[in-house]
């Protein structure tokens, strides 16, 4: 019997156990292992006095390499759970000093056919050039900046196009989907965290809670784990979800070039800060808002929730808004007061919500900065010559929304073979 183990607890780790105790069943020993008490740290569905929050992954993400995900969830039984965005109620505007602007429009996606033929993804640039250079630097300061900044999660001028959308290189037509949702996100009408519940009853019995890797020994046909407890578990073949800051230290006595590869992978913190009124607050054509750093450093975007998807909202007039927060000089403390204040600023909300709520993702986002995917190269040549047992993958590396966590979660199933 092959054993296998799983270091993390989040959506792809629990993906893939699925896809490996399904289709191995009995013939493989399959563990999970993660430090947390609880399980997922990417996806969080709160219920709070009525509203249902997200604060991890809002959606699936777009319409676009789905094909893995619809079939997870026809085997889940969630296929009639999900929900799409309303197109009529999720257009997207970018803050400038004389006001807001709408950035869906049919000469703009116009103009961005200039990427369906394009080469510029055979180099490895950052987001920001590419656009400066293809459309001038007003477009890619006022336009694309704000946009990517919050897609992203990180500074565009330093940030890899190539990296951040890996599809682009086989169709390059889908990043102009996302863009200007000619296709749709979609969610799940109870919350993301439905997926994790119905994927924990399925392979609950295989996770370990609380359990602190400290080293790894890598023996001629095994690998084992070492944990802070004292306890041991070797593995044939370890799968690993854990960030990159984190694999830094475990192989910094391995091997310092694969420790120096994993530490040159920035992560950054965000406070994901939701608000909820029992009445509507916003116009029901309000999506999404994004903020160029010059108007706003620390808010980076706003989502009107009870727009996109409505088959969430738990009653008709009710307003869910979620603000992403870059709170690295904020006090953890005022982050929910900063952030009701700058609604009250930008958008004239001058009446307290209903309910508030807030998480902290310390150093939760990974940042794909130009030279990436070369590391991504290294790194996996090391581990297939020398680690040939320790594979990497999750959002730490690559596959920024779960769609594409899925997928790669597929393509690591079928190159298992017992």
Not at 241 to 247: C, D, E, F, G, R
Request: hydrophobic residues 40%; proline residues 3%.
């Amino acid at each position: 019997m092959k054993r296998f183990l799983i270091l993390g607890a989040g959506v792809s780790a629990l993906v893939l156990a699925w896809f490996l105790k399904r289709r191995f069943g009995d013939r493989i020993d399959l563990k999970i292992i993660d430090c947390d008490k609880e399980t997922s740290k990417d996806i969080f569905t709160e219920k709070k006095h009525g509203f249902i929050f997200e604060q991890g992954y809002r959606s699936f993400g777009y319409e676009i390499n789905t094909r893995e995900t619809f079939k997870l969830l026809d085997e889940l039984g969630l296929r009639n759970q999900v929900t799409y965005s309303s197109p009529k109620n999720a257009s997207k505007y970018i803050f400038q000093k004389r006001g807001m602007k709408k950035i869906a429009g049919k000469s703009l996606w116009h103009a961005f056919s200039f990427l369906l033929h394009s080469k510029a993804l055979d180099t490895d640039e950052s987001i920001y050039n590419y656009f400066a250079a293809s459309f001038g630097k007003r477009f890619a300061t006022k336009i694309a900046a704000p946009f990517f900044r919050s897609y992203c999660l990180g500074d565009i001028q330093k940030l890899s196009l190539k990296s951040c959308f890996p599809h682009l290189q086989r169709r390059k037509n889908l990043f102009l989907n996302e863009i200007f949702s000619k296709k749709r996100i979609f969610s799940l009408k109870c919350g993301m965290e439905t997926l994790i519940d119905e994927l924990l009853l399925r392979v609950d019995p295989c996770i370990m809670h609380a359990k602190e890797l400290s080293s790894l020994e890598f023996l001629p046909k095994s690998i084992k784990a070492v944990f802070s407890d004292g306890s041991k578990i070797e593995a044939d073949r370890i799968f690993s979800t854990i960030s990159a800051p984190v694999l830094a230290k475990l192989f910094s006595p391995i091997h310092h070039g694969l420790s120096r590869l994993f530490d040159s992978i920035p992560h950054q913190s965000l406070a994901i800060v939701n608000i909820g009124y029992h009445n509507l607050v916003m116009k029901k054509t309000f999506g999404s808002f994004f903020f160029p750093e010059e108007i706003e450093k620390n808010i980076l975007s706003v989502f009107v929730d009870s727009n996109i998807f409505p088959e969430q909202n738990q009653i008709p007039e009710e307003t869910r808004l979620t603000t992403l927060v870059n709170c690295e000089k904020i006090e953890k403390k005022s982050v929910v007061d900063y952030t009701v204040g700058k609604l009250s600023k930008y958008f004239g909300l001058d009446f307290l919500p209903y309910v508030t709520s807030v998480r902290f993702a310390e150093e939760s986002y990974p940042q794909y900065l130009v030279g990436h995917d070369s590391k991504l190269k290294e790194i996996d040549n090391t581990l297939n010559r020398v680690f040939s047992r320790f594979s990497i993958f999750g959002k730490s590396f690559s596959a920024i929304d779960v769609n594409n966590q899925i997928a790669q979660c597929k393509e690591i199933e079928e190159s298992v073979f017992l």
